[in-house]
T-cell receptor, first 113, second 110 residues
Framework: NAGVTQTPKFQVLKTGQSMTLQCAQD?????MSWYRQDPGMGLRLIHY???????DQGEVPNGYNVSRSTTEDFPLRLLSAAPSQTSVYFC????????????FGPGTRLTVT | GESVGLHLPTLSVQEGDNSIINCAYS??????FIWYKQESGKGPQFIID?????DKRQGQRVTVLLNKTVKHLSLQIAATQPGDSAVYFC?????????FGTGTSLTVIP
């Protein structure tokens, strides 16, 4: 049981480039989410999904897209990277249905120059 | 948006002492509260949770207290150990969204 995995661990992008951050979980969890964490701040919700085929926006969705074609995978796409998107990104999952214990991945540290 | 804040950004305690980390939240409609621990370079790790219809919940060496009257949440760690050194976040759940506080850095002095 690998839990929640994220790739890559580190990434450097130039302004305007696009990329996809990968997230996968093997716990058959329905609820998955993406957060960003900036220095001295807590985590802020970007997008979340309550099941395959269903996604919704969180607090800070602008500049990011998500899709959920399978229960296991929840990729986050940056369409045109900006320096303001420099951050550490965490993916999390929980079984939902009244269980709110979220399992977090190890994070992706993204730098946009 | 939601506002979940912590009273103190840093806390230092002697090994063996008890630690108390506080958190204020703003949405009285939040129905679930969680404490997370985050070690350097890692993702947050669930510690303990409490539903809004409770005022106290205990785990192993940890206790969470909820005061809905003043919208205040606290995490008590008994007999703090060096391995407890980390950043601690409170979070609240409203609907399908989680809102995190800014975190308190706990340092345990041997």
């Amino acid at each position: 049981n690998a839990g929640v995995t994220q790739t890559p661990k580190f990434q450097v992008l130039k302004t305007g480039q696009s990329m996809t951050l990968q997230c996968a979980q093997d716990m058959n969890h329905e609820y998955m989410s993406w957060y960003r964490q900036d220095p001295g701040m807590g985590l802020r919700l970007i997008h979340y999904s309550v099941g395959a085929g269903i996604t919704d926006q969180g607090e800070v969705p602008n500049g990011y897209n998500v899709s959920r074609s399978t229960t296991e995978d929840f990729p986050l796409r940056l369409l045109s990277a900006a320096p303001s998107q420099t951050s550490v990104y965490f993916c999390a999952s929980t079984s939902g249905w009244g269980n709110y214990e979220q399992y977090f991945g190890p994070g992706t540290r993204l730098t946009v120059t | 948006g939601e506002s979940v804040g912590l009273h103190l950004p840093t806390l230092s305690v002697q090994e063996g002492d008890n630690s108390i980390i506080n958190c204020a939240y703003s949405n009285s409609a939040s129905d679930y509260f969680i404490w997370y621990k985050q070690e350097s370079g890692k993702g947050p790790q669930f510690i303990i949770d409490i539903r809004s219809n409770m005022d106290k919940r205990q785990g192993q060496r940890v206790t969470v207290l909820l005061n809905k009257t003043v919208k205040h949440l606290s995490l008590q760690i008994a007999a703090t150990q060096p391995g407890d050194s980390a950043v601690y976040f409170c979070a609240e759940n409203t609907g399908n969204q989680f809102y995190f506080g800014t975190g308190t850095s706990l340092t345990v002095i041997p």
